[in-house]
């Protein structure tokens, strides 16, 4: 079993920046595909952003193009989620996910493991 161990959340004014960190307890996240979903109050689940298990694949929500940017630091076993430019509308809950299938996905049920999810709030 593989924990996703999620930090960095908060409340940021508009335009601001957060960074998001997943760390997978006791395994390299460098076997596993690695994604951000957010869940907004009264809403689905939604992909955001997913980096394959080598880094040499990324993808992105349109919405978040431009200004989101995923990656992974095998040093630290840890994958990013650098938030720059941020709206109102980025206000959710972000949960990091982790898929063995190794590749990206955009869909929930290709990944197979789960973080407690963290909140980021942007203030208008």
């Known amino acids: 079993q593989v924990q996703l161990v999620e930090s960095g959340g908060g409340l940021v004014q508009a335009g601001g920046s957060l960074r998001l960190s997943c760390a997978p307890s006791g395994r390299t996240f460098r076997i596993y595909g690695m994604g951000w979903f957010r869940q907004a109050p009264g809403k689905e689940r939604e992909f955001v952003a997913a980096i394959s298990a080598s880094g040499g694949i990324t993808d992105y929500i349109d919405s978040v193009k431009g200004r989101f940017t995923i990656s992974g630091d095998s040093a630290k076993n840890t994958v990013y989620l650098q938030m720059n430019s941020l709206k109102p509308e980025d206000t959710a809950v972000y949960y990091c996910?982790?898929?063995?299938?190794?590749?990206?996905?955009?869909?929930?049920?290709?990944?197979?493991?789960w973080g407690q999810g963290t909140q980021v709030t942007v203030a208008s």
């Open positions: 996910a982790a898929g063995k299938a190794m590749g990206v996905a955009r869909g929930t049920n290709g990944y197979d493991y």
